[in-house]
Nanobody, 119 residues
Framework: QVQLVESGGGLVQSGGSLRLSCAAS????????MGWYRQASGKQRELVAA???????NYADSVKGRFTISRDNAKNMFYLQMNSLKPEDTAVYYC?????????????WGQGTQVTVSS
């Protein structure tokens, strides 16, 4: 079983920055795609940024130019650098990954980390 654990969330003022990290573990052989999603209170979960299996990087229009997704394949770590944060970025942020582990494919979600941006 592959586990994803997010960290780095917290409370920040509008205009500030945070860096989220996601650590993947569990006999991982390769990660085909990974991404960050968020869910604000009372709203559906939405894509924030993703590296796709085709090798492209996608961002939600609302975060383009402010957020940057990155990964360290050697460490099975993913990151989301969030700059110029706005109150509307307040949400629980989840990391997601798909790939192959010993004996099977996997499709896993983290438990989420809260990001709160005050005005």
């Amino acid at each position: 079983q592959v586990q994803l654990v997010e960290s780095g969330g917290g409370l920040v003022q509008s205009g500030g920055s945070l860096r989220l990290s996601c650590a993947a573990s569990g006999s991982i052989l390769s990660i085909y795609a990974m991404g960050w999603y968020r869910q604000a209170s009372g709203k559906q979960r939405e894509l924030v940024a993703a590296h796709t299996s085709a090798g492209s990087t996608n961002y939600a229009d609302s975060v383009k130019g402010r957020f940057t997704i990155s990964r360290d394949n050697a460490k099975n770590m993913f990151y989301l650098q969030m700059n110029s944060l706005k109150p509307e970025d307040t949400a629980v942020y989840y990391c997601h990954a798909e790939g192959r582990r010993v004996g099977s494919l996997f499709n896993s979600w983290g438990q989420g980390t809260q990001v709160t941006v005050s005005s």
